[in-house]
């Protein structure tokens, strides 16, 4: 199948890099029209379309990024289901399918998981996959080995979801050491109410270890409603005591922090980008999880309070999170479903370049990847290609699309 072709397209104009812009027409929407080429799988030439009169008929993203997914438990909902929905039906729910977890459970579950989000349209994705000790080590193996099954087709990074204990056990390191060679990242879960000296003293063992294996950390934080911004100052107190300020960390979910005042959120959120901590937003299951009422409906929701974090330049991606397991019901890996459910209700508009940016710019640069996302002369021809013209099509139902790796077209 050809991996060279031709297009002419919407863009969202904060996505696309073309060098004529004196010519570029650029809708209401900030969507621009531009004829796009790509050749032996890279991009080869972009440039305006200057007919005003014919618009395209379909919209150009470029490959979705998922910064925070949990492949391993994806799709136990069925035979693990938490119909009460809370944060603590959900962990019991989850100790009660590790007892019957397996290897070969996990890999079929990664594997069908990987499918659908490359069929969907994703390009890169890190996922959690719960760590404990006495769960074997060679299960690590099989999953590298899935990740480089699908190597030319999406970029995966794995995150041991650990108990802070493990990483101060011979098997932490053992893992660690495996990471420092396979790649892999050190996670780890901090919701309050907790003893903050012994969070400290596990905290700051993980960050010596990271430190030590040149490894990264990714840690569920202040994914609650009570004690707000308790884990994020802990943290922070850890790695200033420790004057480590090189091991890349990234906070996911920081949903109580929404409680603070708006002064104290700038405030940590500036002490947050001066040490380069950046946020996953995970909207789907906070709003689903957290402060719970099953008798009265009541919008007090926590989430990362995104724009506040944005302005305090703290790179903030958004991410979907479980998908069929007993923490979220829903969800099918396509990026459009979750942000048809969080574009609204976040009030992120699609047009605006931060709201892009927390979407396809902040997660490539939260997974290091080496293309940015945006869409220029000389990038990959990773793309999907919508039957769409507005964003109302492309946040309503019966999407068509195309998704092209490489400059194939995927089937
Ligand atoms: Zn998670």
């Not at 101060?168 to 050190?186: C, H, P, Q, V, W």
């Not at 005042?261 to 901590?277: C, D, P, Y």
């Amino acid at each position: 199948m050809s991996n060279s072709g031709t297009a002419e397209v919407l863009i969202p104009r904060s996505l696309c890099l073309i060098e004529d812009v004196n010519n570029l027409i650029t809708n209401v929407e900030d969507l621009c029209s531009v004829s796009i080429s790509w050749e032996d799988g890279v991009v080869s030439d972009l440039k305006p379309l200057k007919n005003k009169v014919t618009k395209p008929k379909n919209i150009l993203f470029p490959r979705f990024v998922e910064t925070h997914s949990h492949f391993d438990k994806s799709f136990t909902w069925t035979d693990f289901p938490n119909l009460e929905s809370n944060y603590e039906g959900a962990l019991s729910e989850n100790l009660e399918e590790h007892k019957t977890r397996t290897t070969d459970k996990v890999l079929e579950r990664v594997e069908k998981s990987l499918r659908l989000a490359i069929k969907n349209g994703y390009r890169a994705i890190r996922s959690h996959i719960d760590t404990y000790k006495n769960q074997s080590i060679d299960i690590w193996i099989e999953l590298f080995k899935l990740q480089k099954k699908f190597s030319s087709e999406l970029i995966l990074q794995f995150v041991a979801l650990a108990p802070l204990e493990f990483w101060d056990t011979n098997k932490g390191e053992e893992l660690a050491k495996i990471f420092s060679s396979r790649g892999g990242i050190i996670g780890g879960v901090i919701v309050p109410p907790f003893n903050k000296k012994y969070i400290i003293k596990l905290l700051s063992k993980i960050l010596l270890l990271a430190s030590k294996y040149k490894l990264e950390i990714d840690l569920h934080i202040d994914e609650s409603i009570i004690e707000p911004g308790a884990g994020i100052r802990v943290l922070l107190e850890v790695i200033e005591n420790l004057k480590i300020n090189s091991i890349p960390i990234t906070c996911s979910h920081l949903s109580s922090l929404i409680s603070l005042s708006h002064s104290e959120i700038l405030n940590l959120g500036e002490k947050m980008a001066e040490k380069n901590i950046k946020v996953i937003a995970l909207p789907l299951t906070n709003f689903w999880l957290l402060n719970r009422d099953n008798k009265n409906t009541s919008l007090k929701r926590p989430v990362a309070p995104i724009k506040q974090l944005q302005k305090s330049h703290v790179d903030v991606s958004l991410g979907s999170d479980n998908v069929q397991d007993p923490w979220y019901p829903f969800g099918n890996f396509d990026p459009f479903y979750m942000l048809s459910c969080s574009i609204p209700m976040l009030q992120l508009s699609p047009w605006e370049r931060m709201t892009l940016s927390s979407i396809f710019l902040a997660p490539s640069r939260l997974l290091n990847l080496k293309w940015d996302g945006l869409i220029k002369k000389g990038c990959p021809a990773d793309f999907i290609i919508l039957d769409a013209q507005k964003w109302a099509d492309v946040f309503s139902s019966n999407l068509q699309r195309k998704v092209f790796i490489k400059g194939k077209l995927h089937s």
